[in-house]
Nanobody
Framework: QVELVESGGGLVQSGGSLRLSCAAS????????AAWYRQAPGKQRELVAG??????TNYADSVEGRFTIFRGNVNTLYLQMNSLKPEDTAVYYC???????????WGKGTLVTVSS
């Protein structure tokens, strides 16, 4: 069973940037789809960005043009977040699966807080 560990969350001012990392316990991201999801207090978990094994990506409308998902190597996934807004505040989760919408393995999450 693969393990995923997120890092890079923290407190940032509106307009700032953060880069989240997701480290997998074995080589994975070259053969499986992956995604970043987030869950804000009182809301459902939602897809932020996904990447398929072939490299194609998709983004939520709310982050299009501000966030970028990319693979560093076969063990690491990143989410570059620019022009952050207070509404981006949430716990961000890394996940892998057959597609970005069919995730079967999750990390424990990292908290991102954007102050106004």
């Amino acid at each position: 069973q693969v393990e995923l560990v997120e890092s890079g969350g923290g407190l940032v001012q509106s307009g700032g940037s953060l880069r989240l990392s997701c480290a997998a316990s074995r080589s994975l991201f070259s053969i499986a789809a992956a995604a970043w999801y987030r869950q804000a207090p009182g809301k459902q978990r939602e897809l932020v960005a996904g990447i398929r094994s072939g490299g194609s990506t998709n983004y939520a409308d709310s982050v299009e043009g501000r966030f970028t998902i990319f693979r560093g190597n076969v063990n690491t996934l990143y989410l570059q977040m620019n022009s952050l807004k207070p509404e981006d505040t949430a716990v961000y989760y890394c996940g892998t699966g057959a597609t970005p919408y069919n995730i079967n393995t999750w990390g424990k999450g990292t908290l991102v807080t954007v102050s106004s």
